[in-house]
């Protein structure tokens, strides 16, 4: 209980502190200016446009946490399988890798489309290649940084050993690596989040299976500038939803043994 309280006071009373003064002075602002809703509505006028849309909103909101989960999840995968190939071999690594940057840095606005066009048949699994594109780079670069960081002197014992390249990976290298894998995928989780916006954006699809975006896209359509305010919100959230869950993951993991999730005494 007492940690419980600690953890309140110190991680989030802060944070919300600035949140209710930044809204105090949002709605101040509205107020003495006179801006209209259609350029900048109020935090109230926000907060009941969503509480009055959130039959539409919602619905929206979790096809984009599928895209968002799915294309996260195999950003995960293909990620590790990617930096434990790139592990084995420096060749490997060095031939590979400037690949992984390109893809990295190619803009997901210029080659969505193109994915859709590939796809066109299957809309969901494209806006996923597109959020798992953004995704990926993150997994891969921190993974193979950190099964690169394994300690010298311990791969000397257990190549002392004998022990096989596969069980140095598994009881050696791969730990050594997860705060560094852990790093990324907080990193990831949120552009996983972005890539599907992004791609929701580029594809512009609507019906049942239309996402968040959509919703964006036609608010900003019509004018409708405080339902815009309230899907913005609601994607927001997501995003601050997914990094907590990615934080508490990786302080689960390393409490009892990495320094950077140790509390510390004094």
């Not at 590790?80 to 893809?103: G, N």
């Not at 606005?109 to 494209?126: D, E, G, K, Q, S």
């Not at 193979?144 to 596969?166: C, E, P, V």
């Not at 852990?182 to 972005?194: F, H, K, P, V, Y």
């Amino acid at each position: 209980m007492q940690r419980l309280k600690v953890l309140l006071g110190v991680d989030i009373l802060p944070p919300l502190a600035i949140a209710v003064v930044a809204l105090f002075g949002w709605d101040i602002f509205v107020r003495v200016t006179g801006m209209p809703p259609y350029l900048l509505p109020g935090p109230l006028l926000v907060l009941r446009t969503l509480v009055r849309d959130w039959p539409e909103l919602f619905p929206a909101l979790l096809v984009t946490l599928q895209i968002t989960l799915v294309a996260f999840l195999a950003a995960v995968v293909s990620g590790v399988a990617i930096a434990v190939l790139f592990a084995q071999s420096k060749w490997i690594e060095r031939s590979l890798f400037p690949y992984a940057v390109l893809l990295q840095t190619t803009p997901v606005v210029a080659i969505a489309p193109l994915i859709i066009v590939w796809l066109r048949n299957n809309t969901f699994a494209a806006l996923v290649v597109c959020a798992w594109m953004v995704a990926l780079f993150p997994i891969i670069a921190n993974t193979t940084l950190g099964l690169n960081s394994a300690d010298h002197n311990l791969l000397n014992l257990f190549q002392l050993y004998r022990a096989s390249r596969w069980q140095a990976l598994w009881y050696l290298r791969l730990p050594s690596a997860l705060p560094y894998f852990l790093g990324g995928l907080r990193i990831s989780g949120g552009l996983a989040l972005i890539g599907a916006v992004v791609a929701e954006f580029v594809a512009g699809t609507g019906g049942a299976r239309a996402g968040i975006a959509y919703q964006i896209l036609m608010a900003s359509y019509n004018l409708q500038i405080p339902r815009m305010f309230a899907a913005l919100l609601m994607t927001t959230g997501l995003g601050v939803a997914i990094f907590v869950v990615l934080t508490l993951l990786s302080d689960f993991l390393l409490r009892h043994w990495h320094e950077s999730a140790i509390k510390r005494e004094n």
